[in-house]
Every structure is written in C-alpha cells, then in structure tokens.
C-alpha cells in the first residue's frame, strides 16, 4: 500500500482558535491513508491540539519565532529541515508574518507552496501590521496556489490579480454540521449545569487579544444588563488581555453577570445554552465561530468589520463599532427564537465532509513529484 502524502500545516502553534480548529476539523475528516498532516510550529510550550494530533498519526515540528532579527537564522534552520525532510511533499502555510520565508523556502526545496489568507488585513496603521501588508506582498511572489477563509481575505492579502486567476481558491471554514443542530435536551442540561436556567444568556467565543474586541463587548453587555436584570455574559476562550478584561468587569461592578470559561473542547453544547452571539471584532476573515453560531441556530450580532460573506443564514446583523448603547437596544429588541439552519448550512458548502473532499483532491492533484 502506498504511504500517504505528507502535508506540512505551518502555524504559530496548535491552540483552540479560529484557524486551528478549522484545521483539527480537516485532519479529522480527510483520508489519512492518503493524506497525513505534519505541524511546524513556531513555539515550545505545549497546545491544545498536540496530543490529539499525535494520536492521528501527526508530527510536530519547532522552530523559533520569526522576529525579522533572525532572519537569516530562521531560513537556515528551514533549508537543513527540508532537507533532512524529503517526504514533506507539500507545505501549507497559515501562518502570514512569516510566510515569505518559509514559503520560499519549501518551494526551493522541491515542495508545493500553498499560502492561506485566514484574516482580512487589520486597518489600523501600527508598525507591526505595515510589516505584515509588506511581507503579504512578498507572499504573492513566493506561493504556487493560494487560498482564502472569503474571497475579501483573498483580496486583502494576495490582490486581484491572484484571487481572479486559477491560482487561488476560496477554502470554507467548514464545520461537523450534525453537532451544532440545536437540541433543547443539551440547552436545558447545560443551563442547568452553569446555573443559567432562567437567565438571558449573551455568548462570545475568541481569544482575548485586540481582534476580538472585548474591551467594546464588556461596553455592549454592560448596557444590556442595566435593562435586562437576567443578562448573563458567556465568554469562551483565553488570551493575553484576559487580565485587563477581568479588571474592567470588576470596575463595572458586573462580575456576578459575567462566566468566563476558558478555553474549551464542547462549544457545541456551550452554543446550545446561548440566546445570542455576540462579535464586535476589529477585523477579521470569515471567523469558524459565527458559521457555528448560525448552525446551532442562534441570532449573531457582528461588527461591520467582518466580511457579509459570513451571512450563510440571514441570521446576521451587522452594526457599527461606536455606540454600545445601540448594540445593546439592537439586542434586546430581535426575536432571538432559534431556528434549524442545517440545510442551509450544508448548502452554502460549510459542512465538514465536502471541504475535506476537496482539500484531498488539491493536495493529490498538486503535490511536486
């Protein structure tokens, strides 16, 4: 029996966000008789996903973080891995800072580049997000086949000329349908679990970093909870700005309303105990947690920052990030009764066993010889 084409996913490391969970959802439905996933990761400290990656048959792989300063370092360490790797056939690269280099590197190195937009490009003007818009450029050149969460990633990253060619794709952030369908039995045991029975649960799922805005959302639910005495803010996921969050929480004198859970392995089932999503992000791609949202059937309130690609249900609202005031009115004023969204979801190409198909036969039909 032949051995399986060795794909190399290059990230920053495998915790629980958006572009790593869309990642373990291929991995976990794709054919690794024919295809086995490897990981280069760019630090030591052990992730969410390691053990479960070793357990399908994974390797992981380290290299320190690339700082520009270690250029030349970093780009000597990758041309001795690949070719201490000739079986790594294929390279798919998620990880946009460094791309230019590691990309380049595979390629020159007999691999088939792949490069995969994962964010629309941030609009605030920092020195670290002017080197990314530079180093994107530098990606353009670099890659054989590219790919985007939506077409405005594509766009923002790669430019027109690439998203129009044959050269890229749009790969969705597809999801295992069947796990979100609503299920009043899950609602009801998982209220009663986080003690949340007869309460008017607001959800939010993401890391806490500048992107995702919680500094804006704690604003919104602040407001909520001065109408609505029942509110209760449900907020998923871990990050850096986890401290100054708490701290502000604490200063609004609401952290008996607010349950933060940490990063967790059953967000479908916390998706069942939720009213409404709520995601006043920044920036983003097409963010893997409003798909689920709309899939367990809930209303999802989004900042105008995302891409309306995301709207696979009807069921998005899109609004301003400037006045809290209104997101909170916005809120309170929808009919928030969930609904069966599966087929839709499944129409729009978001269900896990098409994306998988065709991840599969891009990987056969490239691979280098």
Known sequence: MAEPIRVLQVLHGMDCGGAENMIMNLYRNIDRSKVQFDFLVHTRKKCF?????????????????????????????????????????????????CAHVYLDVARKSGCYAIAHSHNTLPTNKSIKNTLYRLFSLRTRKVADFYFGCGRQAGLDRFGEKIVSSDKFQVLNNAIDTKRYIFDPDTRERMRKEMELEDSFVIGHIGRFNYQKNHEFLIDIFNEISKKEPKARLLLVGDGDLRPEIESKISRLGISDKVIMTGVRSDVPDLLQAMDCFVFPSHYEGLPVTIIESQAAGLKCFISEAVTREVDITGRCEFLHIDNPEDWADKILSCNLKKVDTYEQIKAAGYDINTTAKQLQELYLQKRKK
């Not at 992981?60 to 056939?89: D, Q």
């Open 49 to 97: 996903f390691d053990d479960e990656i070793r357990s399908l048959g994974g390797r992981l792989f380290h290299v320190p973080y690339y700082n520009v300063i270690n250029h030349f370092t970093y780009k000597k360490l990758l041309e001795i891995f690949f070719k201490k790797h000739p079986e790594i056939k294929i390279v798919h690269g998620h990880l946009g800072s």
